[in-house]
Nanobody, 128 residues
Framework: QVRLVESGGGAVQVGASLRLACQVS????????MAWFRQVPGKEREAVAA????????YYADSVKGRFSISQDNAKSTLYLQMSDLKPEDTAIYYC?????????????????????WGQGAQVTVSS
């Protein structure tokens, strides 16, 4: 059974940094597309970053390029989202998502409905 458990959310000031972590377990093989999405009330879930586990392929939304970085620690089976220079518009619930089938390219990772597995969400609040 696949399990994604997130940690690391919180409330910070503009310009601060936060790191989200997603503990991943249950996938039978390593080549899995993992992504971070975020959602604010009344809006659709937005893909922020994605990475193909075991490969170097990554995706970033234009709104976070240069500020956010997705990485993985294979030994700890953990996916990270390092967020820097945070802005009020980054305030959202952040979700870790995974799917073992979809190709981890930009044409696919932006569609939240295509991801089969989800974490519980972590609140990130950025205040000015």
């Amino acid at each position: 059974q696949v399990r994604l458990v997130e940690s690391g959310g919180g409330a910070v000031q503009v310009g601060a940094s936060l790191r989200l972590a997603c503990q991943v377990s249950g996938y039978p093989y390593s080549s899995v597309c993992m992504a971070w999405f975020r959602q604010v009330p009344g809006k659709e879930r937005e893909a922020v970053a994605a990475a193909w586990l075991g490969r170097s392929t990554t995706y970033y939304a234009d709104s976070v390029k240069g500020r956010f970085s997705i990485s993985q620690d294979n030994a700890k089976s953990t996916l990270y989202l390092q967020m820097s220079d945070l802005k009020p518009e980054d305030t959202a619930i952040y979700y870790c998502a995974g799917d073992p089938i979809i190709p981890c390219y930009s044409d696919y990772v932006t569609r939240s409905a295509d991801f089969s597995d989800w974490g519980q969400g972590a609140q990130v609040t950025v205040s000015s």
